[in-house]
């Protein structure tokens, strides 16, 4: 499976932006779709996820309430519509996915990781 990311770039803080991810290869077998982010000199952390089965959406509590992942009309496309961005949401955001309906925000469950977009909020 290929993962292409994209939608990143420069906004200010209350911002919105909708990354867009890009399922290629051997997609019969993904089961769920998750986002991530890398702030600097932190740790890959989980933003979202949703089980291809039944749509189920999970978000990290930081998010809740602003973005929403939501599954494309083209089968193998997901997005993540962010919206009231921070400063603190600056990173490079990756999408990936997982063969496992239970990956949730468990980032060793993922199987296939894209090459990250960079979203920068200014405040």
């Known amino acids: 499976v290929q993962l292409q990311a994209s939608g990143g770039g420069s906004v200010q803080a209350g911002g919105s932006l909708r990354l867009s991810c890009a399922a290629s290869?051997?997609?019969?077998?993904?089961?769920?779709v998750g986002w991530f982010r890398q702030g600097p000199g932190k740790e890959r952390g989980f933003v979202a996820s949703?089980?291809?089965?039944?749509?189920?959406?999970l978000y990290a509590d930081s998010v809740k309430g602003r973005f929403t992942i939501s599954r494309g009309d083209a089968e193998n496309t997901v997005f993540l519509q962010m919206r009231d961005l921070k400063p603190e949401g600056t990173a490079v955001y990756y999408c990936?996915?997982?063969?496992?309906?239970?990956?949730?925000?468990?980032?060793?469950?993922?199987?296939?990781w894209g090459q990250g977009t960079q979203v920068t909020v200014s405040s």
């Open positions: 990936a996915s997982s063969n496992n309906a239970f990956a949730s925000s468990i980032n060793r469950l993922y199987d296939y």
């Open positions: 949703i089980r291809r089965s039944d749509g189920n959406q």
């Open positions: 290869g051997r997609t019969t077998s993904v089961r769920v």
